[in-house]
Structures are given as structure tokens and as C-alpha cells.
């Protein structure tokens, strides 16, 4: 299912503008959005899931724009992994999960046979059977950011945004969640806001890059991959080496 980006434009009152012409997010490819603090990466995710609306433009889902849709028709195509839960709510992996099933319960909140396979298959994608009865608040970072993926596999959408899901873990965590958005790739939009670079290099076929709530480019990153820009973009200096791209602190 792609995502398609016409004309969109949101300002808030600090000063802040995203204003994006033209953009897609293909089916079947993972797109790595990268961009400075501010750039307007979490907003865009935001955007397109339907957490905030634009002021102007029209995001289109398989070509529908999501403004014709309900909020149930939304979150059968598309669903939303934050970056950290603000709170932790007193609740069980599993019934975090059972959250991502509500959209095909028609408002009843009954879940069938089918709404639980896919909630245990989601459990051992992401390794948490173990953990299914486990409160959030009992989770380790790591722990509880595969729940939040793992949330999303569930809901089986076509489309799946992601921010920031590499945040504050060790390299053991990184590594597990990498090879679950791998794994989930097939047939599906994955769209994941990044800052490490060597990350989105390694994992996203498309980058995406974001400054001062505009696009700055968009390149195949396998054939196309070009650090000068990527250096332009953040304004420092990386060295791309054996296929990997690293920071120059000098």
C-alpha cells in the first residue's frame, strides 16, 4: 500500500512549517526518514498516521486520502509505533496487543479467534511470549519497545510508521529490532524516522531527508547513496567506509 504526499502543509504557532510538494513511500520498501532535531520527521509519522491533521494537502493511503476515511478504516491500514509511552498504563503485553485488534471488532471490543493468532504471532515475532502476561511497567526498554512493535504487527496493517525505535538501546536490542522490521517487510509500507545514520543505511532501501520543515532529498540507498548530501543535511562531516557510515569527531 503507498503512501503518496501532495501539497501537504502544517504550521504551528511557535513558527514551525512542514510543507512537503510531493512525496511517496512505496509498498514493500522500508524508508529511513533522517533529518536534524526539528526537521519535522515525528510530525510527518504523525501526519500520516492521522494523529494531527494538515492545514493543507492530501495524504492518499493505496490512493485514498485518509480524510474520506474513519478512524477504524485508518487503523486497518495504517498503524503508529511512538517513539516511548508518556505513561505507562497498568495493563499486560497481551492486553497491549489486544489494542492493536480493536479496528476489526466494529467498536464492540470482542475479539475472535482469529484477532488472538494474530496477537500470539505477533508475540513470537517479536520474542515477548514469555512476556505476554507481564505489565508494561515490568519491561526493560528493549522489552517494551518490541511490545510497541509488536503492538503494530498485530494490528496487521499495510502500513507501518515508526519513531525513533532505535532510541536508548544497548547494541543486543538494536540488533533484535532490525531483524523484526526485516522480517515484517514483505508487502508492506515501513516508514521509520531515524538519527543514527548508519542504521538507516544499513536497513532502509529509500532515505528521506528532512530540514527546516522541508524535504531535502529523497535517493535509492542502495544505488544511489550519496554521504555529501547526508553531511550537508546534519552539517557535520561522515566517512563512508566498507559500506558503513561513521562520524568523523575530527
Not at 102 to 131: H, Q, R, V
Not at 165 to 176: M, V
Not at 236 to 243: C, E, K, P, S
Amino acid at each position: 500500500m503507498n503512501i503518496g504526499l501532495k501539497n501537504l502543509k502544517i504550521r504551528y504557532n511557535t513558527g514551525f512549517t512542514l510543507d512537503i510538494d510531493n512525496l511517496i513511500f512505496p509498498s514493500g520498501v522500508i524508508t529511513g526518514i533522517l533529518g536534524p532535531n526539528g526537521s519535522g520527521k515525528s510530525t510527518l509519522l504523525k501526519l500520516i498516521s492521522g494523529i494531527i491533521d494538515s492545514q493543507a494537502g492530501e495524504i492518499t493511503a493505496g490512493g485514498k486520502d485518509i480524510k474520506t476515511l474513519s478512524k477504524a478504516e485508518v487503523a486497518r491500514c495504517i498503524s503508529y509505533v511512538p517513539p516511548q509511552l508518556d505513561n505507562f498504563p497498568m495493563i499486560r503485553v497481551f492486553n497491549l496487543l489486544e489494542a492493536g485488534r480493536y479496528p476489526y471488532s466494529l467498536g464492540f471490543g470482542i475479539l475472535d479467534k482469529k484477532d488472538n493468532e494474530k496477537i500470539n504471532e505477533a508475540l513470537e515475532i517479536c520474542d515477548l511470549t514469555e512476556k505476554k502476561d507481564f505489565f508494561l511497567n515490568q519491561l526493560s526498554s528493549g522489552e517494551l519497545q518490541r511490545a510497541l512493535i509488536a503492538k503494530a504487527i498485530a494490528q496487521d496493517t499495510g502500513v507501518v510508521l515508526m519513531d525513533e525505535p532505535f532510541s536508548n538501546l544497548d547494541p543486543k536490542f538494536t540488533l533484535k529490532i532490525i531483524e523484526i522490521i526485516e522480517s515484517i517487510k514483505m508487502n508492506k509500507t515501513i516508514i521509520i524516522a531515524v538519527h543514527d545514520v548508519n542504521i538507516a543505511h544499513y536497513l532502509c532501501d529509500k532515505l528521506v531527508g528532512l530540514k527546516n520543515g522541508g524535504l531535502y532529498f529523497a535517493f535509492d540507498n542502495s544505488s544511489e547513496f550519496d554521504v555529501e548530501k547526508i553531511n550537508s543535511l546534519y552539517e557535520v562531516n561522515f566517512r563512508y567506509t566498507d559500506g558503513n557510515v561513521v562520524l568523523d569527531f575530527k
